[in-house]
């Protein structure tokens, strides 16, 4: 696998008008489905962001559900088992990472199950934290 897509470089291709789609829109096309992939909870955080936003960014379950099963075709999705799960929360108490940073380390960790060479996203500061083998995978896509 060459490349793990961070939520936040999925929603930002999702609308049109975001500052980033441009960028994120352009390096997701550039792969095929055996060289890109996501985290299987991206997919909930994807549902979440565009049916929870508000005024008109707000989408409905149905074409959140549409955006998904672009995602579902263009990228390959990872997920961990409950094993690997608790791993990565041992580690993550280790690094003393507390909070909604438990969701970057269980997609950090998809990333390097899926043995991606690099990780894309526009938070690049919640994954360079997760310890040196996820950081020096990280960009965002305009790098």
């Known amino acids: 696998m060459k490349a793990f ?9 999702f609308y049109v008008h975001h500052q980033f789609h ?3 829109i352009d390096l997701i ?39 998904l099963g672009d995602v579902l075709d263009r990228l390959t999705v990872v997920s961990l088992d409950y094993q690997e799960y608790f791993k990565v929360l041992e580690a993550s108490s280790a ?11 269980l997609l950090g ?17 919640h994954f360079v934290r997760l310890g040196p083998t996820i950081a020096g995978r990280v960009k965002t896509p305009a790098a």
Not at 95 to 105: E, Q, S, T
Request: glycine share 10%; charged share 20%.
């Open 29 to 67: 096309v550039r792969f095929k489905k055996n060289d890109a992939c996501c985290g299987a909870h991206s997919l909930a955080e994807i549902y979440a962001s565009l049916t929870g936003r508000t005024g008109s960014e707000r989408v409905s379950g149905a074409e959140a559900m549409l955006f």
């Open 109 to 125: 960790h998809c990333a390097l199950k899926a043995k991606a060479q690099t990780i894309y996203t526009w938070n690049t500061k």
């Open 22 to 24: 441009q960028p994120s």
């Open 5 to 13: 897509f961070d939520t936040s470089v999925l929603i930002a291709a």
């Open 95 to 105: 690094l003393g990472i507390a909070g909604g940073g438990i969701y970057d380390a």
